[in-house]
C-alpha cells in the first residue's frame, strides 16, 4: 500500500520529512542554487538539458555569472519559448537537440502539464510513459515529434567544451543510459551531476534511482545532496577525482 511506502521513505530520510516541515511539499525536492555552489570548481560550463520552460536556466544564469550555460531543449514548441524568454542573456547558447545514448534522429512522446502557466510541456520523454499518468494525471500525452539527438560526447566535441562544471540532466527516465553512453568521457571531463531520479519507472526502461544511483557512483562521484521522495526527486553528485573541495 502507498501509505506503507510513504512511512518507509520518511523512515529512512528524516532530512526529506524535515525539509517538507519547514518548506512544504512543493521544495521538498528542489536542490538550492547555494547548496549546489559549495561543490562546483568554477571552471569550464554548466550544460542544462532538459531546460522546459527556462526558470532553472534562467536561475543558473543569474547564479553563476561566470559560467557560459549550454541549455538544451528537444521539443520545438518549449525551444520556441526559451528563444523568447531567455533572448536578452548572452552567457546562454539554446540548442533544439534531445541528449540520448546515440546521435541521430528519433521521436520524442510529447506531455501536456494542464497546470503550467510557464510555457511548460511537462514530462516529454523519449521513452513511453507507463506508471506516469498514475503518479501525475494532470501531464498528458497527446501526440509524439521527430527531434534530432546526440550523445553528451558527441555535444560536448561539437562545442568545444572541455570541462563541465554542472552537468543538469532532466532527461524524464533517459538519464541513466545517456550517462551509460558518454561515461568514459564524463568521468574525465565533469564535476557535478545533478540529475532527476525516481523511485518507481514512470518510463518503460527507466531504471529506478538505486541503478543510476549505483551506476554514477561506478564512475567515481559520490552523493552529496539526496532530495530524491516517495516517488521522485533530485540528487547531486561530485566527481571525487577532482581533489579541490570546499570544506564540509
Known sequence: MKWIKR????????????????FGPSRLSIIELDEIERFLLYRGCIIEAGASDGVDTYNLSQRFK???????????????????FLKSSEMISLFNLALADKRGFTEINIGSDETS?????GSSSLLIPTKH???????????????????????????????????????????YSVIQSSSEWIKKHVNCIHLELNRISLYEGAPKSRVVEKYVKSLGFLKCIDRVGITSGNALFFNNSFKTRPAS
Open 7 to 22: 512511512f518507509a521513505v520518511a523512515l529512512k530520510n528524516p532530512h526529506l520529512v524535515y525539509r517538507r516541515i519547514r
Open 66 to 84: 561566470t559560467h557560459r550555460i549550454f541549455a538544451i531543449e528537444p521539443v520545438i514548441e518549449q525551444y520556441r519559448h526559451l528563444q523568447s
Open 117 to 121: 502557466t510557464l510555457g511548460g510541456m
Open 133 to 175: 499518468s498514475a503518479e501525475f494525471p494532470q501531464i498528458k500525452f497527446y501526440k509524439r515529434q521527430r527531434i534530432e539527438s546526440v550523445t553528451i560526447h558527441e555535444f560536448a566535441k561539437d562545442n568545444d567544451i572541455d570541462f563541465v562544471d554542472l552537468l543538469w540532466l532532466d532527461l524524464q527516465g533517459l538519464e
